[in-house]
C-alpha cells in the first residue's frame, strides 16, 4: 500500500514538474519569437508564474517535512511578487517608448 | 548529473564569451549578469554554498547594479570597428591559458587542503562554521583587507564620479514603491538571519551587507532620489562607511596587546569578538554598496541642482 502510493505520488511529481518546465519552454520560445517587449513580457510571466508553480507544486509533493514545504511556498511567493513588479516596470517603460516613437519625439 | 555539470560549463563558457565580444554594451552588461548567476549555480554543484551566496548576491546582482548604473551615467556606446587578430595578445592569454591549465593539474585529486588543520583549531575559533571561522578568525587580515579594498573603491568613486547620479526614469503609479515597502521587513530580517547564521552555516558578513545593500538600492530606485536616512551628518556617515575596517583593526591590536598575536582573539571572547566585527562589517559593506550605486554625498547640492534645472 506506502509502496503504491510512493509511486502514484512520484508520478504526480514527475507529471506537474514536466508540465512546469513545459510551461519554462513555451515562455523562452515566446521571449525568443515575439517582437515587442509587452508580447514578451506577456510569455515569460506564463514562465515565471505558472511554470514555477507547477514545478514548486511538485517538488511539495516529494518534500519531506512541512518546513521544506513551507520554503518552496515562500520561493514561489517571492518570484511571483518580483516578478509582478519588475514586469510592470519593463511594461511602463515600454508604454512610454512607444507613445514617444508614435508622438514623433525622440526618446 | 553529469550531463548537467558539462552543459552547466559549457553555458558558462558561452555566456562569457557573449560578455567579452559582444558589441553593444547593454547586452555585456545583461549576460554579465546571467553569467554570475550562472556562476553562482557552479558553485553550488561544487558544494561551496557560501561561495554561491556570495556570487548571487555580489558578483551577479550588486556587481550588475552597479554597472548599469553606469551604463545609465555614460554616452550610449556601440563598437562598430572592425576588430583586428593580434598575435601578441592571442600568446599571451594562450600562455595564461597553459598556465591556469598547469596549476589545475597540480591540485592533488583527492586533496583535503588545509581542513583538517581547520577543523583541529574550530574549538578555538568561536565560531562553528569553518568558512566562517577562517574568514574572521584564522585569515582575518584578508577578510579586513577586503573591507579597506571596498572602501577604497568608493573613495576612488566619489572622486571621479561627483556630480552624477544614476538616470533615473520618471515612474508612473506606486507600484515600485509599495513593493519596496513590503521588502524592506523581509530584507532586513534576511540580512540580520544570513549574518547570525553565519557562525554555524554558510552566510556571514559579505551575504548579509549584500542583501542590505540591494534593499536599500530598491528604496533609491522607487523614490527616485539618493538615500538618506534622517539628518545624520557626514561625518557619521563616513564613520559607518570605514567602521568596519578600522573596528577590525582595532580588535586586531587589542589582541597584539592581549599577546594573542596580531588580529588574534583569546578562545573565550572569540565568538563575541566575531559577532560584533560582523555586525558592522555588515553595516559598512550594506552602506558602502549601495552609496556606489545611488551616490550620497552630493545629496543637497544634487537637489538645488535639479530644482535649477526643472
Known amino acids: 500500500m506506502a509502496e503504491a502510493m510512493g509511486l502514484i505520488l512520484n508520478g504526480l511529481s514527475l507529471l506537474l514538474i514536466g508540465l512546469g518546465l513545459a510551461f519554462f519552454m513555451a515562455g523562452t520560445l515566446g521571449v525568443l519569437r515575439f517582437s515587442t517587449p509587452l508580447n514578451r513580457l506577456h510569455a515569460v510571466t506564463k514562465a515565471d508564474n505558472l511554470g ?36 510592470h516596470l519593463i511594461g511602463q517603460r515600454a508604454y512610454q517608448q512607444t507613445r514617444q516613437t508614435e508622438s514623433g519625439e525622440t526618446p | 548529473m553529469l550531463v548537467f555539470d558539462g552543459l552547466l560549463a559549457l553555458l558558462i563558457l558561452g555566456l562569457a564569451w557573449r560578455a567579452t565580444s559582444s558589441r553593444d554594451l547593454f547586452e555585456s552588461i545583461v549576460v554579465f549578469i546571467a553569467l554570475g548567476l550562472m556562476i553562482a549555480l557552479a558553485w553550488v554543484r561544487l558544494s561551496a554554498p557560501d561561495a554561491a551566496l556570495a556570487e548571487a548576491a555580489i558578483g551577479s546582482g550588486l556587481a550588475g547594479a552597479l554597472l548599469l548604473a553606469t551604463w545609465s551615467r555614460i554616452e550610449p556606446q556601440t563598437d562598430d570597428r ?35 588543520e581547520v577543523q583541529a583549531h574550530i574549538p578555538q575559533a568561536g565560531v562553528a562554521h569553518p568558512v566562517t571561522a577562517v574568514l574572521l578568525n584564522f585569515r582575518a587580515w584578508d577578510t579586513a583587507l577586503e573591507l579597506a579594498v571596498l572602501a577604497w573603491a568608493w573613495f576612488a568613486q566619489q572622486a571621479l564620479n561627483r556630480d552624477h547620479t544614476p538616470r533615473y526614469q520618471a515612474l508612473d503609479g506606486e507600484v515600485l514603491q509599495t513593493f519596496a515597502k513590503w521588502l524592506t ?94 555586525i558592522c562589517a555588515t553595516l559598512s ?20 541642482k535639479s530644482n535649477k534645472e526643472s
Not at chain 2, 87 to 105: D, N, P, Q, T
Not at chain 2, 285 to 304: K, N, P, Q, V
Open chain 2, 82 to 116: 572592425v576588430r583586428a587578430f593580434s598575435w601578441s595578445w592571442a600568446l599571451v592569454f594562450s600562455g595564461l591559458a597553459v598556465g591556469l591549465l598547469l596549476a589545475f593539474a597540480q591540485i592533488p585529486a583527492d586533496g583535503q587542503g588545509m581542513m583538517d
Open chain 2, 185 to 278: 521587513p523581509l530584507v532586513l530580517l534576511v540580512g540580520a538571519y544570513l549574518l547570525w547564521r553565519g557562525a554555524t552555516e554558510p552566510g556571514g558578513a559579505f551575504q548579509a551587507g549584500a542583501v542590505l545593500a540591494a534593499g536599500l538600492v530598491i528604496y533609491s530606485l522607487a523614490y527616485q532620489h539618493p538615500w538618506r536616512a534622517g539628518r545624520l551628518n557626514d561625518w557619521v556617515w563616513r564613520l559607518s562607511w570605514v567602521g568596519g575596517f578600522w573596528l577590525f583593526v582595532m580588535i586586531g591590536l587589542v589582541g597584539l596587546a592581549m599577546g594573542v598575536g596580531f588580529m588574534g582573539y583569546p578562545p573565550a571572547q572569540a565568538g563575541g569578538l566575531i559577532l560584533l566585527i560582523e
Open chain 1, 52 to 87: 514555477l508553480g507547477l514545478v514548486v507544486a511538485g517538488l511539495i509533493l516529494q518534500a519531506g517535512s512541512w518546513a521544506l514545504v513551507f520554503k518552496y511556498l515562500i520561493i514561489w511567493a517571492l518570484v511571483l511578487l518580483s516578478a509582478a513588479a519588475v514586469s
Open chain 2, 285 to 304: 559593506i550594506a552602506f558602502l554598496l549601495a552609496a556606489m550605486f545611488s551616490g550620497h554625498r552630493d545629496t543637497e547640492t544634487l537637489a538645488s
